[in-house]
T-cell receptor, first 110, second 115 residues
Framework: EDQVTQSPEALRLQEGESSSLNCSYT??????LFWYRQDPGKGPEFLFT???AGEEKEKERLKATLTKKESFLHITAPKPEDSATYLC???????????FGKGTRLSVIA | GAVVSQHPSWVICKSGTSVKIECRSL??????MFWYRQFPKQSLMLMAT?????????EQGVEKDKFLINHASLTLSTLTVTSAHPEDSSFYIC???????????FGPGTRLTVL
C-alpha cells in the first residue's frame, strides 16, 4: 500500500529562520512526488513535481529535493506569507489519484 | 497554470436534502477527475474517481448511492450528496490531471454544512 508520512506535524519559525519539511514515502513504482501549499479554506495550490532521485526544483524561497525514500521542502528565509499547510503526495501511475500525507502546518512569525 | 473551478464555494442545507457540487476544468480537458473530502486539520481523503463516459470508481467505505458522481463532459464532473446529514458536513475538493502539463490541479473546494 502506498504511504506518505510528513514531519513535523507543525512548525513555527521566526521570519528569516530557514528550515526543512520532510516527506517519507513508500510506493510501488514512483511516477511522481508532488508538493502543494494549502491555505485555510482553500484548495491545494500546486508547487512542484519531482520524478526521480536527485532531482531538485526551486520556486522563490522554496526548494524541493527527492531521494528514493524521501523528499525535503527547504524554506529559505521564510516570510509570514509563507505560513500555510504544505502537503506532499505521491502518484504510482499516470492519471491515478494522489496519495497524500497529513501535511505540515507552517507558521512564520514576524 | 491550469485552472479548476468548483461551484458553489459554500453551501448550507437542511438534513435530508440533496446538494450538487460542480467541478470544471477551465482550459484543458480531463477524462478523469478526482473527488476528495477533507475534515478540519486533516489531509485529503480520496472519495472517488470520476471517468468521462463511464461509471465512477469509489473508494472503500464511500457509499456510491449517497455520493452520486456524473462526468458529463470532458470539462465537467458533478458530485451530488443525496439525503445529506450533519456528518456529511465537510470540505469537498476536486482535482483534474492536466496531462499536457503532467500534474494535477485542484479546485478551490466547496464547504458543505448540513444543519
Amino acid at each position: 500500500e502506498d504511504q506518505v508520512t510528513q514531519s513535523p506535524e507543525a512548525l513555527r519559525l521566526q521570519e528569516g529562520e530557514s528550515s526543512s519539511l520532510n516527506c517519507s514515502y513508500t510506493v510501488s513504482g514512483l511516477r511522481g512526488l508532488f508538493w502543494y501549499r494549502q491555505d485555510p479554506g482553500k484548495g491545494p495550490e500546486f508547487l512542484f513535481t519531482l520524478y526521480s532521485a536527485g532531482e531538485e526544483k526551486e520556486k522563490e524561497r522554496l526548494k524541493a529535493t527527492l531521494t528514493k525514500k524521501e523528499s525535503f521542502l527547504h524554506i529559505t528565509a521564510p516570510k509570514p506569507e509563507d505560513s500555510a499547510t504544505y502537503l506532499c503526495a505521491v502518484q504510482a501511475q499516470g492519471n491515478t489519484p494522489l496519495v497524500f500525507g497529513k501535511g505540515t502546518r507552517l507558521s512564520v512569525i514576524a | 497554470g491550469a485552472v479548476v473551478s468548483q461551484h458553489p464555494s459554500w453551501v448550507i442545507c437542511k438534513s435530508g436534502t440533496s446538494v450538487k457540487i460542480e467541478c470544471r476544468s477551465l482550459d484543458f480537458q480531463a477524462t478523469t477527475m478526482f473527488w476528495y473530502r477533507q475534515f478540519p486539520k486533516q489531509s485529503l481523503m480520496l472519495m472517488a474517481t470520476s471517468n468521462e463516459g463511464s461509471k465512477a470508481t469509489y473508494e472503500q467505505g464511500v457509499e456510491k448511492d449517497k455520493f452520486l458522481i456524473n462526468h458529463a463532459s470532458l470539462t465537467l464532473s458533478t458530485l451530488t450528496v443525496t439525503s445529506a446529514h450533519p456528518e456529511d458536513s465537510s470540505f469537498y475538493i476536486c482535482s483534474a490531471p492536466d496531462q499536457g502539463l503532467d500534474t494535477q490541479y485542484f479546485g478551490p473546494g466547496t464547504r458543505l454544512t448540513v444543519l
